[in-house]
C-alpha cells in the first residue's frame, strides 16, 4: 500500500470522514459524538464516534470499529477495495487486479452522482441500496476512468493489460451499469450493462470466474441458477438468498464443477424466450447434472420472461415460490 493500514487512518480521521458522508453528531463527552447510525435506520441517536480512539460503535444494531471496518459496512467492500477506495495510491503499477478493484471504486463512487443511471436501475426494479453497496454495483459515464488512474499512477500499459481502455486510450465501457466480479476476494473482471438500447452486454477481457456469489451459496442444500446479474437481483431483493448466476447459459467447466460438489438440489430458471434458446439449454443443463448425480429442476416462467422482468412486472415472492414448488425435472 502507498501507506501502512495505521498512517491511513490517522491521515482521515473517522468523524472528518463522516461528516463529508454528511453525518451530523453531537457532542456527547470530551471525545465523543452521538447522532443517528448511518448503517441502519432508526430514530433515536445511538451511533457513537470516539474521536480519541478514531472507533465507532452503535448500541442499535451492535456494529463498531474503526475507519475501515466502516468502510467495509457502509460501502460493501472487501478490506482490500476499502484501502484501495480511501487510498488510491495504492494501486501498484504490476497488479492488474488492483486496478480492476481501483475501478470498481470508482465505478461505484459514479453511480449515486447520476440520477440517468440511477432511474434506469429503478426501471429494472433494482431499489434495495444496501444490496447494491453489497454488489458494488457502480456505474461507468465513460471518458472519465483513463483521467482518474492515470493521475493515481497507473500507466497505460497496465490499463490496456487490465483492459480498461482500448487501443486508442478510450474507456472500455461507456454509460453502463457496471457489476465487479470477484474470487478470493478480488476482483477479477467488470460486467457493464448498457443503459441504452444497443450493445447490451459486455465483459472486460479475461474469465467471468466462477459462479457469482458462489461463497454465499455453496453449503445450501438448494441453489437457484439464474443466468443474469439483473435476475440474480431481483430474487435477492424479493428475499431468495440461494441463489448464483452463471453469466449467461453457458457455463463454464469451473462453474459446472461447482455446482456437482456436495449435495443439493439445482433449480434453473433461464429466460423464456421466443426462440426457446433459454429454455433449451436450462434443459440440457439439467439433464447433464442428472447425469453427474445432482437433482435438477426447471421453473417455468411465463413467456418472454426472465426472473427480473417477472417481478418488474408484477410478480411477487409468493407467486415465483409457488413456480419453484412446481418446478419439473
Known amino acids: 500500500m502507498g501507506e501502512d493500514v495505521e498512517t491511513l487512518k490517522r491521515r482521515v480521521p473517522l468523524l472528518e470522514y463522516l461528516r463529508r458522508q454528511n453525518w451530523t453528531g453531537r457532542p456527547a463527552g470530551r471525545w465523543e459524538y452521538v447522532g443517528l447510525c448511518p448503517l441502519h435506520e432508526e430514530t433515536r441517536p445511538s451511533f457513537y464516534v470516539n474521536t480519541r480512539k478514531n472507533v465507532f460503535y452503535c448500541h442499535g444494531c451492535g456494529r463498531g470499529g474503526d475507519l475501515i471496518d466502516f468502510v467495509q459496512l457502509s460501502r460493501g467492500l472487501s478490506f482490500r477495495q476499502s484501502l484501495t477506495y480511501l487510498d488510491p495510491q495504492s494501486v501498484a503499477e504490476s497488479d492488474s487486479s488492483a486496478a480492476l478493484e481501483q475501478a470498481a471504486a470508482f465505478y461505484q463512487q459514479q453511480l449515486d452522482r447520476c440520477r440517468e443511471a440511477m432511474c434506469y436501475l429503478q426501471r429494472r426494479g433494482v431499489r434495495d441500496a444496501v444490496l447494491i453497496r453489497e454488489l458494488g454495483i457502480g456505474y461507468a459515464p465513460g471518458g472519465s476512468l483513463r483521467r482518474h488512474l492515470t493521475a493515481q499512477g497507473c500507466s497505460f500499459a497496465m490499463l490496456r493489460r487490465a483492459g480498461l481502455i482500448n487501443a486508442q486510450g478510450a474507456d472500455a465501457f461507456y454509460r453502463r451499469i457496471i457489476f465487479p466480479l470477484s474470487q ?30 458462489w461463497e454465499k451459496v455453496e453449503h445450501c442444500s438448494e441453489v437457484i441458477l439464474v443466468e443474469g446479474l439483473f435476475d440474480y437481483v431481483a430474487l435477492r431483493q424479493a428475499g431468495f438468498h440461494n441463489v448464483t448466476c452463471s453469466l449467461g447459459t453457458h457455463l463454464n467447466d469451473d462453474q459446472f464443477r461447482q455446482l456437482c460438489t456436495g449435495s443439493r438440489t439445482v433449480y434453473v430458471t433461464f429466460d423464456v424466450d421466443a426462440n426457446r434458446s433459454g429454455q433449451q439449454a436450462a434443459e440440457q443443463l439439467a439433464h447433464r447434472l442428472g447425469t453427474h448425480g445432482i437433482p435438477a429442476r426447471r421453473i417455468l416462467l411465463p413467456e418472454r420472461h426472465d426472473p427480473n422482468s417477472f417481478f418488474v412486472e408484477g410478480g411477487d415472492a409468493r407467486h415465483f415460490q409457488c413456480l419453484l414448488e412446481a418446478a419439473q425435472p
Open 184 to 213: 478470493d476476494e478480488h476482483v477479477i473482471n467488470l460486467y457493464g450493462r448498457s443503459i441504452e438500447a444497443a450493445f447490451a452486454h459486455r465483459f472486460l477481457p479475461g474469465s467471468k470466474g466462477s459462479l457469482y456469489a
